[in-house]
C-alpha cells in the first residue's frame, strides 16, 4: 500500500481490487485538487487516516444522457422546486453529513473543513433545491476543468435529490460540463443513466476535459 508523503499520489492503476490506492496525506486544497484532477478521492471514517480511493470500474453520468421519468417531468413542469448554485454551501454539506449520521459518515469536522476551504478556493460546488423557500435538497461536489466530481446529496422530500442531479445536468449542459463523476454504482444513478466505464477510459476523459 502507497504511504503519500507530501501532496503527490501514485498511478491510479496501483489502487487493490477494492479501488482503495494509498494512505495518509492531508486535506489542504492542493492536495484535494492534484488527487480530483486524477480521479482520487478521499473517503475514510473520522477515526480512520486518510483512505484515497479510485474504483473500477467507475460510474459516470454525460449530463446529456440524464434520464427524466415522465413522471418527473410531469413534477419539474409543475415548478414546485426552486434551484441554485451555491447559495448555501455550507447547509448541503451539513445536510448530507446529518442524513448519513445513524449509518456513519465520512464527512467529520476536518473533511467538512477541507471542502468548505474548496468552496472558498472556487472549486467545491453545492446544487440546491428549495421549495417555499426552504431548503429540501441538494448535492455537492468538485469542478475542475469540464469535469464535475459528485460527492454526496441530500434529499428532505420526495425527489428533491433526484431534482437536484437534473438540474446539474442541465447546468452541465449550459457551461460546457461533459462529464460527471457519480464513483460508485447505485441502483437509483443507474435509473437516471449514469454508466460504468474502465478506469482507462476514465482517465482518458479526464485527461481530455481536465486543463
Known amino acids: 500500500m502507497y504511504y503519500i508523503q507530501g501532496d503527490g499520489f501514485p498511478h491510479p492503476n496501483e489502487a487493490n481490487a477494492d479501488g482503495l490506492l494509498a494512505i495518509g496525506g492531508d486535506l489542504s486544497v492542493q492536495s484535494l485538487l492534484n488527487a480530483y484532477s486524477m480521479g482520487i478521492f478521499p473517503w475514510f471514517n473520522e477515526d480512520e487516516p486518510i483512505l484515497w480511493w479510485h474504483p473500477n470500474p467507475r460510474l459516470v453520468l454525460f449530463p446529456k444522457e440524464i ?25 448541503v454539506i451539513l445536510n448530507c453529513k446529518m442524513l448519513r449520521a445513524e449509518s456513519g459518515t465520512w464527512i467529520g469536522k476536518d473533511v467538512l473543513q477541507a471542502y468548505l476551504d474548496l468552496h472558498i478556493a472556487g ?30 446529496m441530500f434529499s428532505l422530500e420526495s ?11 442541465y447546468f452541465a449542459m449550459q457551461n460546457g460540463i461533459e462529464l460527471i463523476d457519480c464513483q460508485q454504482s447505485t441502483a437509483h444513478l443507474l435509473s437516471m443513466g449514469a454508466k460504468e466505464i474502465s478506469r482507462n477510459d476514465f482517465l482518458d476523459l479526464l485527461e481530455k476535459w481536465i486543463e
Open 67 to 91: 434520464k427524466v421519468s415522465k413522471s418527473m417531468k410531469q413534477l419539474l413542469n409543475k415548478q414546485v422546486f426552486e434551484f441554485s448554485v451555491n447559495e448555501d454551501f455550507e447547509s
Open 123 to 152: 472549486y467545491a460546488h453545492s446544487f440546491e433545491v428549495r421549495k417555499e423557500g426552504k431548503l429540501i435538497g441538494g448535492l455537492y461536489g468538485v469542478g475542475i476543468g469540464k469535469v464535475f466530481f459528485g460527492e454526496s
Open 159 to 169: 425527489n428533491a435529490s433526484k431534482a437536484a442531479l437534473i438540474y446539474l445536468c
